[in-house]
C-alpha cells in the first residue's frame, strides 16, 4: 500500500503533583508535530478514458444473452472483462471479479 508522510499538530496537556509540601498542580501545555504515515488516496481507474470526465457506459443486452462486466478497472476490452482481475487479485490480495447479467428470455 502507498503511504503518505504527514505532520499532524497535537496540542498536549500534562497535570503533576510537585514535591513540595503541599500538593502543586502543575499544568503545561504543549504543541507537537508527529509524522505519521497514512494511506495514500489512489485512483481506482487507472486505464479507461482518463481524459473523461466520469466513465459511463450503457449497453443493450438482447433476451436470453449473457454478458460479464468489468468491475476492477484493469480489462482491456472495458466495460466487459477480459479476465485481467485474475492479475489484479493475485498481485494486491484484493478479491474483485466482474459482474455477470443475464438478460430474460422473451416469452
Ligand atoms: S477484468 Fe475486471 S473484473 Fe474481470
Known sequence: MNTLL???TVLSICATASA???PVTIRTTSILSV????PEASK???L???DAEKVVNMEKLDAGKKAVYCRCW???TFPLCD???VAHNKATGDNVGPLI???AKAE
Open 74 to 76: 484493469k480489462s482491456g
Open 20 to 22: 513540595f509540601s503541599t
Open 101 to 103: 447479467v443475464t438478460a
Open 48 to 50: 479507461i478514458d482518463l
Open 6 to 8: 504527514k505532520t499532524i
Open 83 to 85: 479476465g485481467n482481475h
Open 44 to 46: 481506482i481507474n487507472t
Open 35 to 38: 509524522a505519521v504515515e497514512v
